[in-house]
């Protein structure tokens, strides 16, 4: 599918707080899914989103319907434990660097387009940065060949996070890689 530019936006959700419910929904929806299976509250995620709407909250819409949604923040913001930050601190400037703290697109669109189209506009956007993310490093063989074919690396810098999983309703361990991108400057 080609994606119809006038089917597509972007959107602060600094400016658009009404659309705050469709992006928990969504969050929600995405996360309940494969390969996460990771339960949420609708109530914790506003919250939560409240928190995010500081940072650079974009919503992807298309068709005119939250669709997706980007959080990025400067990696000097990062809250993470100093170890993880020294960690990074030997692939990237966390000081001249954008973290990708969440990605990710409504299940009908995947496979399409949608999300290439997203990380070439952030790249292009944050070219002069260093960019960073953490996700999942077993069972998401998709995720991490998307953020390869964007020039990201695998670091050994993992995490161990606890989660609900929506299917046994269970807490479990998850473990979660970081990846980078060096900038071009």
Not at 68 to 77: M, T
Request: net charge negative.
């Amino acid at each position: 599918m080609t994606i119809n530019a006038e089917r597509f936006k972007l959107l602060n959700l600094r400016e658009h707080r009404h659309l705050l419910d469709d992006l928990a929904k969504l969050y929600i929806q995405v996360f309940l899914e494969a390969p996460y299976f990771e339960k949420y509250e609708f109530e914790e995620v506003c919250k939560e989103f409240t928190i995010y709407s500081k940072y650079h909250t974009i919503l992807i819409i298309y068709d005119e319907k939250v669709s997706g949604f980007i959080f990025l923040k400067s990696g000097s913001e990062l809250n993470k434990p100093t170890e993880i930050k020294d960690a990074l601190q030997k692939y990237i400037n966390l000081e001249n660097s954008v973290y990708i703290d969440e990605f990710a697109i409504c299940n009908n669109y995947r496979g399409q387009g949608v999300g290439s189209k997203i990380m070439e506009i952030i790249l292009e956007q944050y070219k002069s940065y260093d960019l960073f993310l953490r996700t999942n490093l077993v069972n998401n063989n998709s995720v991490l060949k998307f953020y390869k074919k964007f020039n990201f690396e695998i670091t050994p810098i993992t995490e161990i996070v606890e989660t609900e999983s929506a299917i046994t309703q269970t807490k479990q361990m998850d473990t979660r890689v970081y990846m980078v991108k060096k900038t071009n400057n």
